[in-house]
């Protein structure tokens, strides 16, 4: 069964008069345990797509099929709660709250899943170690660099245990030493634990470390 | 869902973040609940007091005044003799009554007395023996009226009357004479200070008492203003004024009095005191509605500099409840904490205004319960709207915030 099945998909969004077609149907399948780089120029509408395969955001129309279950037309509450069991998000940005420390960051997606404080923090040490960072784990994101900052990103993305790993421009922002660091993991992660990861990149090395490849254009998707 | 203990946990955190916004923010709420819980306790303390002035002559005295017409304030008409009560009537009232502990009548009129050829102003009494004991008048000097002086000149002065008497040379006043209406009275005692207010008659301290037939001999009929009494503890209180009427009808049947307790007006003073109370506190709400919009303003701020936290929150999974919960909560401990702060100001400025002004000081139950619940009021009712504006994000815009 495929973990993810979009058929058709179209987005449009509408500013005053004017009605922008973003995706102009996208059909995407793609297998549990897969590695998949989307590429493409921006503006092709790689973010939209991600977002609507990431459910922050809803098709205009198209069928979306997650897990076998229909997924195109949920609201704002089980959006929410899908997000939190199913998804692992990773940004370019790295996105940890400043205040928290990267423990309290790792935890965050239990704590609104409503885990016990013990068990959260077990998890989340866990995590931190498989990604190498469990001796910052009191630190901040500010006294972290770039690749620190984002192996706990990558550490809460995993705390959840998710069935997506949802990836947009990871080594964006990092030197690619640094870079090839983190994709590293990334390919260990899908290698050794079977974690279905997509990813949205432009950059070619990236792309090609990938098993598999996409381009979206114009808000069409074409396999590479 | 989050738990609550959760959005408490990081509420505190986001408040220590910005401390120095959060600070300023305080100022409003705690000079609101500062000042709202400085006149409640204020305004309890007052009426605290004067009740206490009631107590301390005992709850269990009445007045009995001639009514005055239709009007509401006793007092007869002097100048109609007629519409007095008199000495017989006053005279049968502890016979008919047996359980009147204490039957004071007494007489007033201002006069001039002169001492030494000085006019003092001042107003004289005509009391017997039982005015002492009923108003818990203590002597500084000398003895008081007894009821064996009939139709001497004695004189008992008031505290406040030895003291202008001393003003004008006369010394120690015992034995000294102050005319009146002609005659000489020897004075015999001088009273310590009375406390004012309660049923106290407020002649005692400036005046001058003399044995009530004494009195008589200045009036053309043998007239009293007013009766005091005390009522024994099980007495029938609701039927004393019916009976009462009907004892005066007896003597006079187009007679109708007046009887005060001093429960009666302790109560009214109660109700009184609270709609006071209920006044100060409102003028003290103003302040506590520019304090809470001086927090909904720091929420608002606060939820535009969160948005990149918001979206990621919601990334990660939290509902449009859970946004606006922490939100809540935050402006909730926000108002709470500045709401502590101004009890413990308010509380402090009381108990000045107590010592400066001699009330009793007590910290007023009700005031910290209204400090405590207004400001967790104004935390939900000035946090909702930012709260909401911050759930309401847009999770992809608030993302891509910097």
Redesign the interface.
């Known amino acids: 069964m495929a973990l993810i099945e979009l058929r058709g998909i179209t987005k449009t969004y509408h500013i005053g008069d004017m009605s922008v077609e973003v995706l102009r149907g996208v059909d995407l399948t793609v297998e549990s345990g897969e590695l998949l780089a989307i590429m493409g120029e921006s503006g092709g509408g790689k973010s939209t797509l991600m977002?609507i395969i990431?459910f922050?955001?809803s098709p205009s129309g198209g069928g979306y099929q997650f897990e076998g279950q229909d997924a195109g037309h949920l609201d704002?509450?089980e959006l929410?709660?899908i997000?939190?069991?199913k998804i692992g998000?990773i940004?370019q940005q790295f996105?940890?709250?400043p205040?928290?420390n990267a423990l309290e960051n790792v935890m965050?997606?239990l704590?609104?899943?409503?885990v016990p404080p013990r068990q959260r923090e077990k998890v989340a040490k866990q995590m931190l170690k498989q990604v190498g960072m469990a001796d910052r784990m009191a630190h901040r994101p500010p006294e972290l660099s770039g690749g620190q900052q984002q192996r706990v990103a990558i550490a809460?993305a995993l705390s959840?245990s998710p069935s997506l790993i949802l990836a947009d421009e990871p080594t964006g922002a990092l030197d690619s030493k640094v870079s090839q660091e983190i994709l590293d993991i990334f390919l260990e992660l899908n290698r050794e634990n079977k974690i279905t990861t997509v990813m949205v990149t432009h950059d070619p090395k990236v792309g090609k470390q990938c098993r598999r490849t996409v381009r979206m254009a114009d808000g069409h998707l074409l396999e590479v | 869902?989050?738990?609550f203990n959760?959005i408490v946990r990081e509420a505190l955190?986001?408040q220590a973040?910005a401390k120095q916004r959060t600070l300023l923010a305080l100022i409003g709420i705690v000079i609101g609940i500062g000042s709202v819980i400085a006149l409640v306790t204020v305004g309890e303390m007052v009426q605290l007091t004067s009740e206490q002035q009631f107590r301390q002559m005992g709850t269990n005295i009445i007045t009995i005044q001639r009514g005055w017409g239709d009007s509401k304030e006793g007092g007869g008409n002097p100048d109609r003799p007629d519409q007095m009560i008199t000495w017989t009537e006053a005279k049968g009232l502890a016979k008919k009554f047996p359980k009147l502990e204490a039957v004071a009548p007494y007489t007033s009129s201002w006069g001039q007395p002169l001492f030494a050829d000085k006019s003092l102003d001042m107003p004289v009494l005509g009391v017997t023996r039982s005015f002492a004991d009923l108003n818990k008048l203590t002597l500084a000097k000398g003895r008081f009226i007894s009821d064996l002086d009939g139709y001497s000149f004695f004189g008992v002065l008031g505290a406040g009357a030895a003291a202008k008497l001393a003003k004008l040379g006369a010394g120690d006043p015992l034995g000294k004479t102050v005319f009146f209406k002609g005659r000489g009275f020897k004075i015999i005692g001088v009273l310590a200070r009375a406390e004012e207010g309660g049923m106290r008659p407020f002649e005692i301290n400036p005046g001058m008492m003399i044995p009530i037939h004494t009195s008589f001999l200045f009036k053309k009929e043998r007239v009293i203003n007013e009766i005091m009494a005390r009522i024994a503890p099980n007495m029938d209180r609701r039927r004393l004024k019916s009976r009462l009427d009907q004892y005066f009808k007896m003597y006079q049947p187009d007679m109708s009095i007046q009887v005060r307790s001093a429960e009666q007006l302790i109560n009214e003073m109660a109700k009184q005191s609270r709609l006071f109370t209920l006044l100060l506190g409102a003028i003290g709400s103003i302040s506590l509605l520019v304090g809470g919009i001086g927090v909904m303003n720091v929420m608002l701020v606060a939820v535009s500099e969160r948005r990149?936290?918001i979206?990621?929150?919601?990334?990660?999974?939290?509902?449009?409840?859970?946004i606006r919960a922490q939100f809540l909560v935050e402006s909730v401990i926000l108002c709470l904490a500045g709401g502590l702060i101004g009890i413990a100001l308010g509380v402090g400025a009381a108990y000045v205004l107590a010592k400066v002004n001699g009330w009793i000081f007590f910290v007023s139950g009700m005031g910290l319960a209204l400090g405590v619940g207004v400001s967790s009021a104004i935390g939900v009712f000035f946090g909702y709207f930012p709260a909401r504006q911050a759930s309401r994000l847009n999770?992809?815009l608030a993302?891509r915030d910097e």
């Open positions: 977002n990431g922050l955001d704002d509450n929410a709660h997000r939190n069991q998000f940004f996105n940890l709250l205040r928290l965050l997606p704590v609104y899943r409503g809460r959840g | 869902m989050i738990s959760e955190k986001s973040a990149k936290e979206g990621v929150r919601r990334a990660l999974g939290a509902m449009q409840s859970d999770p992809i993302l």
